[in-house]
């Protein structure tokens, strides 16, 4: 065999090992999932809550949808707490799982008359797939169930 001819083989073999031998072994690793944005919330009455449910997560990608809602309270005390207090003190009291929530952007009235806490603030938390919480809402202030 001549020299140019055994080159040539020895570079043809070199690059198919490198194509079949490259990239990364195993499953392929889905990426994280981003935290959904906050939700509009607002008080209809004393004990219902509308709420929009979010079209995008914290990164701007769109949501094919979410998979529960919670909502948070924290006991009443001297001020008023920021949304990321509630969430990270409060305790979960109440959460509407799928297939009984509508799509993303789209409206949901939620019935909290089975919320048996003191006066306190409640936030309401979008979870995606996965367990991963979103951003919490506005906090919102809860009276009396007494009233």
Same mark, same amino acid.
């Not at 409206?107 to 019935?111: I, K, N, P």
């Not at 919320?115 to 306190?120: E, L, M, S, Y």
């Given at each position: 065999m001549r020299p140019s001819r055994l080159a040539n083989h020895l570079l043809v073999f070199t690059i198919s090992f490198g194509v079949l031998h490259?990239?990364?072994k195993g499953d392929p690793v889905p990426r994280p999932r981003a935290a959904a944005r906050p939700m509009d919330v607002r008080m209809e009455g004393l004990r219902q809550v509308r709420l929009t449910l979010p079209t995008a997560d914290m990164m701007g990608n769109p949501l094919a949808g979410i998979d529960g809602v919670r909502v948070l309270h924290v006991p009443l005390g001297?001020? *008023?707490p920021t949304p990321e207090e509630v969430f990270s003190r409060g305790e979960v009291v109440l959460e509407r799982r799928r297939p009984d929530l509508p799509g993303p952007g789209e409206?949901?009235?939620?019935?909290l008359k089975s919320?048996? *806490?003191?006066?306190?603030w409640i936030v309401l938390?979008?979870?995606r797939l996965g367990n991963v919480p979103g951003n919490p809402s506005e906090v919102l202030a809860w009276m009396d169930p007494g009233l």
């Open positions: 490259c990239g990364r001297l001020t *008023r409206t949901l009235l939620m019935d919320v048996q *806490r003191p006066q306190g938390v979008a979870v």
